[in-house]
């Protein structure tokens, strides 16, 4: 199995679906506008292309690892696990990175959103790259490889076989 990076790419931007569904779901349409507006338009973009190529290259390895495997099932089991351990690593590292900034220590356990990011992000994940996987699907090219015995020589002499210069003479 094989998918252009491309393809990838777009499965990868379509993993961001539920985070927008939820983005503007949990705030109110005006405030979530607001944000958008006050810088969203250039680090939206930027964070979009950044996941969605992080997720294409995620995504290309777990296909070239899952090659050989037609079941879909266990596409599907691999990338919601993958998706959920990647999704609740990346929401540990940025919950390390906010508690440095505004308390000046690494101490993200003791946060306010550290039982909220320790369920809600493998869950997240995995919701994603299972949307993810599924946007992939018709872009993956399947290509078979045969293993064949080789071909005989053409060009030994056979007994009852015509030569060329036999066939010259007729």
């Known amino acids: 199995m094989f998918a252009p ?4 790419w777009r499965a990868g931007a379509a993993t961001l679906i539920p985070f927008g ?9 005006g405030s979530a506008m607001t944000t958008l507006a006050a810088g ?20 290309r390895g777990l296909l070239h690892l899952l090659r050989f495997d037609t079941r879909t099932w266990v596409h599907y089991t691999v990338y919601a696990v993958a998706g959920g351990l990647g999704l609740l690593f990346l929401g540990m590292v940025s919950l390390v990175i906010v508690q440095g900034f505004t308390n000046h220590t690494a101490d993200f356990w003791n946060a306010n959103a550290f039982t909220g990011f320790l369920w809600a992000t493998p869950a997240l994940g995995a919701i994603s790259s299972i949307l993810g996987r599924r946007v992939l699907a018709p872009g993956i090219q399947w290509h078979r490889w045969l293993k064949r ?17 036999e066939f010259h003479r007729m």
């Open 40 to 59: 969203g338009y250039v680090i939206g973009p930027a964070v979009i292309a950044l996941f969605a190529t992080g997720w294409a290259l995620m995504s």
């Open 149 to 165: 015995d080789p071909l005989p020589d053409a060009l030994t002499m056979v007994d009852g076989k015509h030569d060329r210069d």
């Open 21 to 29: 569904i939820l983005y503007f779901t949990t705030q109110p349409f």
């Open 5 to 8: 990076f491309g393809v990838q």
